[in-house]
């Protein structure tokens, strides 16, 4: 806080004080904003990765000898690419309940976050926004495949038999990219911030 001179006059006192509490108000709305995006964060990758972790669907599939038939499953491990997206949409998941609870406790204490602190979680932002992003596409990627298929190189859609397990991934792709929204809500949200200091 500002020392006030003793020679001061009480209009200079009021607007100094005016000031003080106008940039602490601003501080805690971003610091509120910033809890909001981090529960959503949680939110988007979470059920994201419920949607994706529960798609397995087993289908009876006709083949040419006896039985004529056979059961065959489609789960999300079968795609190193739905792999990938499980583990990024785990970590992002675990960083965010433990960045709510940090932001929670700032506004509760209302005390100042440190700059260090707020670099390392803006890096750390930035690197899962990369990494979930890239998840994201290439989960999208494999989707569209098993959507369309893709004749010029043989590939067969599946989609029109396992079509539950298909629609939980194309769930778990699509809320992904709204997390991948979130963490880049809370990137510029960190750029206003520093900016205002």
Same mark, same amino acid.
């Given at each position: 806080?500002?020392?006030?001179?003793?020679?001061?006059?009480?209009?200079?006192?009021?607007?100094?004080?005016?000031?003080?509490?106008?940039?602490?108000?601003?501080?805690?709305?971003?610091?509120?904003?910033?809890?909001? %995006?981090?529960?959503?964060?949680? $939110? +988007?990758?979470?059920?994201?990765? @419920? *949607?994706?972790?529960?798609? =397995?669907?087993?289908?009876?599939?006709?083949?040419?000898?006896?039985?004529?038939?056979?059961?065959?499953?489609?789960?999300?491990?079968?795609?190193?690419?739905?792999?990938?997206?499980?583990?990024?949409?785990?970590?992002?998941?675990?960083?965010?309940?433990?960045?709510?609870?940090?932001?929670?406790l700032t506004l509760v204490k209302r005390s100042a976050t440190s700059t260090k602190l707020m670099s390392c979680v803006f890096?750390?932002?930035?690197?899962? %926004?990369?990494?979930?992003?890239? $998840? +994201?596409?290439?989960?999208?990627? @494999? *989707?569209?495949?098993?959507? =369309?298929?893709?004749?010029?190189?043989?590939?067969?859609?599946?989609?029109?038999?396992?079509?539950?397990?298909?629609?939980?991934?194309?769930?778990?792709v699509l809320i992904s990219i709204f997390a991948s929204i979130v963490l880049s809500l809370l990137i510029i949200l960190y750029i206003v911030a520093m900016s205002r200091r």
């Amino acid at each position: 806080m500002a020392s006030i001179n003793p020679g001061s006059s009480p209009l200079a006192v009021v607007e100094l004080e005016k000031n003080s509490h106008g940039t602490t108000n601003k501080t805690t709305k971003l610091v509120l904003h910033d809890v909001i %995006l981090r529960v959503c964060l949680f $939110a +988007t990758t979470l059920t994201s990765l @419920v *949607a994706l972790m529960t798609s =397995k669907q087993t289908e009876m599939i006709p083949v040419p000898f006896p039985p004529y038939g056979a059961s065959v499953s489609a789960k999300f491990t079968d795609s190193p690419a739905f792999v990938y997206s499980s583990a990024a949409l785990s970590v992002t998941c675990l960083y965010s309940i433990i960045t709510t609870i940090l932001s929670f406790l700032t506004l509760v204490k209302r005390s100042a976050t440190s700059t260090k602190l707020m670099s390392c979680v803006f890096a750390i932002d930035v690197l899962l %926004l990369g990494i979930l992003a890239s $998840a +994201t596409g290439a989960a999208g990627e @494999v *989707a569209y495949l098993g959507l =369309k298929g893709n004749s010029n190189v043989g590939w067969q859609k599946i989609c029109n038999v396992y079509d539950s397990y298909c629609r939980h991934v194309g769930f778990s792709v699509l809320i992904s990219i709204f997390a991948s929204i979130v963490l880049s809500l809370l990137i510029i949200l960190y750029i206003v911030a520093m900016s205002r200091r």
